[in-house]
């Protein structure tokens, strides 16, 4: 099933019963020339994923799975990344308003309430000969969820395992797509710094002694900062270091 809703700003949703993955299927929309500002949102996803493949695991008509389509032509290719900031920031800002509870940020794209993961953020980007074509948000919001499996139990939460109420799905979403275009408003007018200090205000992790994973090795150090290009900034036995991807465990709170 689809429909089409047109809201402010241009949205174009697409709403779907069932699909392998949210950015699987608009990253074709990208190719056939959907505008900036399409959205297709699953009640399920069969082959939903995160990162480096990992899988995204949600229980069908429970979460929010959606994905927008943008083409951002105001931001240099090295910028791309403050995207996934800038829809973490509008995520958590949505979930504060909506559900009245504190959220923190994890580098680089988590969103945590009570410490455990209740939204994960996946951007990505489709090349052309020409450059950048167009690039995909993947957000997946875990809403009423009641229980997660035994591998991620311990890790991840609902609004509702958080609350003890369930939420219309549909009215986090369309917050999340208002803060989200305002955010994006801030980005086109280049107050990068703006869209960062909101994302720096939600994090616990400076300053702290954290453990950063990454194929295979594990850098431990104290976390000094995130860079103007999105990378993370550590303070390490070999001095500051910097790293533009990698799984980040707090070691002390
Ligand atoms: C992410 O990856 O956090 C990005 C997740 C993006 C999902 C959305 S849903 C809509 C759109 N369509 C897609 O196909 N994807 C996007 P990453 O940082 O790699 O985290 C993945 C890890 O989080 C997994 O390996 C699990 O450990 C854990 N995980 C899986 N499902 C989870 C869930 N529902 N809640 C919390 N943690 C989860």
Not at 5 to 20: E, G, S
Not at 76 to 88: K, W, Y
Not at 154 to 159: C, D, R
Not at 210 to 220: D, F, P, R, V, W
């Amino acid at each position: 099933m689809s429909f089409n809703l047109l809201i402010d700003l241009n949205y174009d949703i697409y709403r779907f019963d069932k699909l392998d993955s949210t950015n699987s299927h608009l990253l074709k929309l990208g190719n056939e020339g959907f505008p900036e500002g399409t959205v297709v949102v699953a009640d399920e996803q069969t082959m939903g994923r995160g990162r480096f493949g990992r899988k995204w695991e949600a229980e069908p008509l429970s979460n929010l799975l959606f994905s927008i389509l943008l083409r951002p032509n105001y931001l240099n290719p090295d910028e791309i990344f403050v995207l996934t900031f800038a829809a973490s920031v509008a995520v958590a800002e949505a979930i504060e308003d909506s559900v009245h509870i504190k959220t923190e940020l994890k580098w680089p794209n988590d969103i945590l309430v009570d410490s455990k993961k209740v939204c994960g953020i996946l951007l990505e980007s489709s090349f052309s000969a020409s450059g950048l074509s167009h690039v995909v948000l993947g957000i997946g919001v875990n809403v009423n969820q009641e229980k997660f499996s035994a591998e991620i139990a311990g890790k991840a939460t609902s609004l509702f395992i958080s609350t003890g109420k369930k939420y219309e799905r549909d009215e986090i979403l369309f917050l999340v797509l208002k803060r989200f275009s305002l955010t994006l408003e801030t980005l086109r007018s280049r107050n990068f710094y703006s869209v960062m200090k909101r994302w720096r205000d939600r994090s616990k992790i400076f300053g702290k002694k954290i453990k950063l994973a990454l194929s295979g090795k594990t850098i431990e150090g104290v976390c000094d900062d995130i860079g103007d290009d999105g990378a993370i900034i550590i303070l390490t036995a070999d001095g500051l270091q910097k790293f533009t991807a990698g799984e980040v465990t707090i070691l002390e709170t």
